[in-house]
């Protein structure tokens, strides 16, 4: 529990969680942007990882020495980008490095991901399975410094996975009735982080189309449709399903969006700029900061 609060108290009530290669510019600009962001006042910086592409730990080992004030967060270390025991030594290095600035998601990943390694994919055993493997580790070799853990966690039983083994849950792509469903099963002292884009724009007509392209791009992904269609949406291109995927409008109106997730029961609520390129994003969030940072007071 003290682990969990301490982290609690670090994160704060906004975060921001960046997407990843190959959408990513050259490291240089990633730097310049991120130590910008350090200055905004967020709690935490989160981006993803893949198969085949960028290395989730090496990069934010990069951005931690560039920055001071931001919490780093994988959302998340894929389990099929490395084995369990490295992932253990590698977050057990960040931490030690930089106590209390780094947050481990872990995560499943998807099928294909799976397919790329020539993998089988059974999600909730795999995973069960990777979380023994790093606590061996770990018990074998004590970290220097104690580092949060947090699956990416949607369904029911992945949620009780995370509640049983980990810190908590960080879900992604999900909606606002999602939130409440996990911190019900999570109870309430684990730590629940949530996703949710956001886009500065009032035309309702600009702000859905805008959002096509990825969004159909999304739902392609059978966890991510599944997921919505357990909270009533059916995943398609509707306004509903657009309006509750994308929180969209003025300072304000995002700012009511990251206020409802934290009323359903979120603790730190990472926002991602849905626009194209990192210094457009960083625009954005700049602009987004004193709206949302007054929510979280």
């Known amino acids: ?54 290395e989730a730990l090496a990069i934010h080992g990069i951005l931690l020495g560039d920055t001071r004030n931001l919490v780093f967060g994988t959302g ?3 389990v099929w980008s490395r084995p369990a025991s490295t992932l253990q030594a590698g977050a057990a290095t960040l931490a030690a490095a930089h106590p209390g600035r780094f947050v481990l ?21 795999q995973l069960r399975d990777y979380l023994s493997t790093m606590d061996a580790e770990a018990a074998e070799n004590p970290p220097a410094e ?20 980990t810190e908590g849950a960080h879900p992604f792509f999900t909606p606002v009735e999602h939130t409440a469903f996990a911190r019900e099963v999570l109870g309430p002292d684990k730590l629940l982080i949530p996703q949710l884009h956001v886009l500065l724009e009032t035309d309702p007509v600009r702000a859905r189309e805008s959002q096509h392209d990825w969004l159909g791009y999304a739902l392609g992904v059978k966890a991510y449709a599944n997921a919505w269609r357990r909270f009533g949406y059916e995943p398609g291109l509707s306004d509903r399903f657009i309006d509750a995927a994308v929180a969209w409008g003025d300072e304000e109106a995002i700012a009511r969006r ?26 954005m969030l700049e602009k987004l900061a004193p709206a949302l940072l007054e929510v979280a007071r």
């Open 146 to 165: 104690a580092f949060p853990r947090v699956l990416a966690a949607v369904g029911p039983r992945m949620l009780e996975l995370a509640r049983e083994r």
């Open 76 to 78: 998340i270390a894929n």
């Open 258 to 283: 990251v206020r409802e997730q934290l009323d359903a029961g979120a603790d730190h609520v990472l926002v991602t700029p849905s626009v194209g390129s990192l210094p457009e994003q960083a625009d």
């Open 105 to 125: 998601g872990v995560g499943i990943g998807h099928a294909f991901q799976a397919a790329r390694t020539g993998g089988d994919y059974r999600p909730l055993s």
């Open 1 to 54: 529990m003290e682990l969990i609060e301490r982290t609690r108290a670090a994160l704060g009530a906004v975060g921001i969680w960046l997407p990843n290669a190959p959408l990513k510019p050259p490291v240089e600009v990633e730097r310049r942007e991120t130590r910008r962001l350090d200055t905004l006042g967020y709690g935490s910086l989160w981006s993803g990882e893949g198969v085949g592409v960028r």
